[in-house]
């Protein structure tokens, strides 16, 4: 079983930053991992995704702001948030995948103040 704790959110002012962390309770280094979101009344939805080889994948509306990032000698993945705007106001949500199974985190909340 895997555990999965997020840190990170928080409130925080239009175009400002923030950097959610992800810490796995074992090796990452042979796992894909992401971040999705929840936003109140919407579907959750996949913000960023990286391979166990590195490569990343992003939302459209997110490309060019977010970066997604691991360190796998710390079992940790990061979300850089940069040019935050209110609509990535959010539950953001870590998730690991291991074959056909997929781990979530507990969620950290995301607010930007317009």
């Known amino acids: 079983q895997v555990q999965l704790v997020e840190s990170g959110g928080g409130l925080v002012q239009a175009g400002g930053s923030l950097r959610l962390s992800c810490a796995a309770s074992?090796?990452?280094?042979?796992?894909?991992m992401g971040w999705h979101r929840q936003a109140p009344g919407k579907q959750r939805e996949l913000v960023a995704g990286i391979t166990s080889g590195g490569t990343a994948d992003y939302e459209e509306s997110v490309k060019g702001r977010f970066t997604i990032s691991r360190d796998n000698a710390k079992n940790t993945v990061y979300l850089q948030m940069n040019s935050l705007k209110p609509e990535d106001t959010a539950v953001y949500y870590c998730y690991l995948r291991s074959g056909s199974r997929i781990y979530w985190g507990q969620g950290t909340q995301v607010t930007i103040s317009s």
């Open positions: 074992g090796s990452i280094s042979l796992n894909a």
